[in-house]
């Protein structure tokens, strides 16, 4: 049998594989925790998901359930993304912890800031789409007109919050992706500078278009930290790059 030809670290590709497993296992047993424990304090974490709709909604904030699985599947949703936010610097930790072997070593002191400012700019995008969610509902209750009662079905209200929430954190890990690229030099602090009018745009179009809620508060709650962080991106590159 052909050995595998070893990679910069001095692994082979089976050495690899099993330390993907490794991680994946790792990650799947704490996100299982963590979610076990949502599930059991469901109550605690259904209110604090369900301040945003009684804010836009005062007085009459209830969920109309009429399914009779939609309470279990709600408070799996709740408990799963629960154990995922603070299963989170775990996941990122063995995220970078597996691409570390193939760094050089100028590249892996800068692992733990990496992962430091993941979880920092993640979660401030799920904190920013919490108290934007509220002005959402509003939005959204307001434009169906005054004729309407609203009575939202859990697992939808939640799918929507939920979704809004991850998709700000996931995009609020714009400025880490644009230094790390800077740092192994894919891109340059001058090449971003430079073409900052298209990308002022793209953030602009992209936010309108990933915005769950379609509402114009939220779409700028997500464009503007967007566009500073480019900036930002840059000003940190050029720094680190001296």
């Not at 070893?6 to 490794?22: D, K, Q, Y």
């Not at 925790?33 to 469901?42: D, N, R, S």
């Not at 509902?137 to 209200?157: D, R, V």
Request: net charge positive.
């Amino acid at each position: 049998m052909a050995k595998f030809r070893r990679a910069e670290s001095g692994m082979t590709l089976a050495e690899h594989l099993a330390e993907l497993r490794h991680r994946f296992l790792v990650m799947a047993v704490t996100i299982t925790v963590f979610a076990f424990l949502g599930f059991i304090f469901y109550p605690n974490l259904l209110k604090i998901l369900q301040n945003p709709y009684c804010a836009a909604v005062p007085g009459h904030c209830k969920f109309l359930v009429t399914n009779p699985l939609d309470g279990l599947t709600l408070r799996v949703k709740i408990a799963f993304f629960g154990g995922f936010l603070v299963s989170l610097p775990v996941i990122l930790w063995q995220v970078w912890r597996f691409v570390t072997p193939g760094l050089k070593a100028k590249e892996r002191r800068y692992i733990v800031p990496f992962v430091t400012a993941s979880i920092v700019f993640f979660s401030a995008g799920v904190v920013v789409a919490y108290f934007s969610f509220g002005h959402a509902i509003h939005f959204l209750k307001a434009i169906g007109g005054s004729t309407l009662m609203t009575e939202y079905n859990p697992n939808q209200y939640l799918t929507l919050f939920l979704l809004m929430m991850f998709i700000f954190g996931v995009t609020f890990l714009f400025p880490v992706v644009l230094l790390a690229l800077e740092l192994v030099n894919i891109v340059t602090p001058a090449q971003l500078l430079r073409s900052w009018r298209y990308t002022v745009i793209a953030i602009t179009v992209a936010s309108a278009v990933f915005t769950p809620s379609g509402d114009p508060l939220s779409m700028l709650a997500l464009a503007i930290p967007l566009v500073v962080f480019y900036f930002l991106a840059i000003g940190v590159g050029k720094l680190l790059g001296k």
